[in-house]
């Protein structure tokens, strides 16, 4: 399992120099990618279609110049580079990424929820039964008995604003309560570069932690009637303003 | 738990008659049209509905000109058993008030709190490495010094 976790890292890590992203980032090739990476990749590209491009695996180098970078500097830059679009960047065959600049990749949005559904494989593979996969945020249950979840208030982290039942499924939450510096987070628009500010948390509940992931963030730029044609899951989502928002056929109850 | 997606119909309901009303308080009005009713006439004075598929339009007057919703719900034993809501809202603003009101079901919650709550797991933002603290706390320590 840590050899499972040590590969994905060593692949998609931003914050490491040996790491596959690191190199792509260094000049515009060709790269082959493991054998993991086309749900990963399928996944992003779905989500890039779904919020018009707001959801990007290229904000990298924009999360870098913010200051979340791999020594945390957390200073902004003086200049603040465009996010580039999917097609002027990447092209990605199934197997081969081709860069057309040197791009910085940032799987952040869905790749630990990725990484959740990886090792419930790898225990799945062992013959281990009922499973909770718990990466903090991402979750993945497996097992006859579901779990009971609070839902975290994002602005007062002893209280829940509610609970859902998780059963088979995998839940992730996504908020930029614990990762804010100098005014700014890390759940950006690719489209403008900088945090999104009119949502505050957001939980998705869906089959695989991987799409669990990536929703809760697309959930931040696009209306979950336009991610459901695309998606089948269950959402929670909290407005600036307090507004809590949430799907008719969620299996909870909300503090209300 | 369960009560809450036995009522989601209901409650989805609810929360649009208060939206549609919201809207409409604020300007002109709101009018209704039957467009369409399949299946039986509403509504006799004692309560009792006949089962059937309604929609209704509603229309109403915001501050980016006429809009309007259309409402589709089943009744069936005097019981909601499906709404639909389409929105027809062509500014931003309309297409963000409606999108709210389609997506999902709008409230207010309040917080409990957690270690009072019989719960197996907490979800919110994931915590933070050690290293991020860090780095944030010496912001903090450099905007105090400055």
Same mark, same amino acid.
């Given at each position: ?16 120099? +040996? ?8 000049? /515009?090739?060709?790269? &082959?990618? /493991?054998? +993991? ?22 904000? #990298? &180098?924009?999360?870098?110049? %913010? #200051? ?6 957390? $200073? ?5 580079? &465009?996010?580039?679009?999917? $097609? ?19 799987? #952040? ?5 990725? %990484? ?10 062992? =013959? ?8 903090? =945020?991402?979750?993945?249950?497996? #097992? ?22 998780? $059963? ?10 614990? &990762? ?32 669990? +992931? ?9 209306? /979950? ?8 899951? $269950? ?22 | ?22 809207? !409409? ?10 467009? !369409? ?87 919110? !933002?994931?915590?933070? !490495? ?17």
């Amino acid at each position: 399992m840590h050899a499972r976790i040590e590969d994905f890292d060593r692949t998609y890590s931003r914050f490491r120099d +040996d790491s596959l992203v690191s190199t792509i980032a260094r000049a /515009p090739n060709t790269y &082959r990618f /493991p054998a +993991d990476a086309p749900p990963l990749f399928e996944l992003y590209r779905r989500l890039y279609i779904a919020t018009k491009g707001a959801m990007s695996p290229l904000v #990298g &180098r924009a999360l870098e110049e %913010l #200051g979340y970078d791999r020594t945390y500097s957390l $200073q902004p830059s003086a200049t603040l580079t &465009r996010v580039p679009e999917w $097609q002027e960047a990447l092209s990605w065959n199934g197997s081969e990424l081709t860069t057309h600049t040197p791009a910085l990749l940032d799987i #952040g949005a869905a790749g630990k929820g990725y %990484l959740v559904d990886l090792v419930a494989e790898v225990l799945r593979e062992h =013959g281990v039964g009922a499973t909770t996969v718990d990466a903090s =945020g991402d979750f993945l249950h497996r #097992g006859e008995t579901p779990l009971r979840v609070a839902l975290e208030h994002p602005l007062d982290v002893s209280k829940a604003i509610g609970v859902v039942s998780v $059963q088979n499924q995998a839940m992730c939450a996504s908020a930029p309560n614990r &990762r804010a510096w100098a005014g700014l987070h890390h759940i950006l628009d690719a489209r403008t570069g900088l945090p999104t500010d009119r949502i505050i948390a957001t939980w998705a509940i869906a089959a695989t932690a991987l799409e669990a +992931d990536g929703l809760a963030t697309a959930l931040f730029f696009a209306e /979950p009637a336009e991610l459901a044609t695309e998606f089948e899951f $269950q959402y929670v989502r909290m407005f600036s303003t307090g507004r809590v928002e949430y799907s008719p056929d969620l299996n909870g109850e909300l503090f209300v | 738990m369960r009560s809450l997606a036995d009522n989601k119909t209901a409650t989805a309901l609810f929360a649009g008659i208060t939206l549609v009303g919201a809207l !409409s308080a604020c300007s002109s009005p709101a009018t209704g049209t039957d467009s !369409s009713v399949t299946g039986g006439a509403p509504a006799t004075a004692n309560g009792t509905y006949t089962d059937g598929t309604y929609t209704e339009t509603g229309n109403y007057t915001s501050p980016n000109g006429a809009e309007k919703v259309d409402v589709t719900l089943t009744l069936e034993s005097n019981l909601i058993t499906d709404v639909t809501v389409v929105g027809f809202g062509e500014s931003p603003n309309s297409k963000q008030y409606q999108g709210q009101f389609i997506n999902g079901i709008a409230a207010i919650v309040v917080g409990k709190n957690i270690d009072k709550l019989s719960v197996d797991k907490v979800a919110g !933002s994931s915590l933070t !490495s050690g290293g991020f603290t860090k780095a944030v706390d010496a912001i903090k320590a450099d905007a105090l010094a400055k």
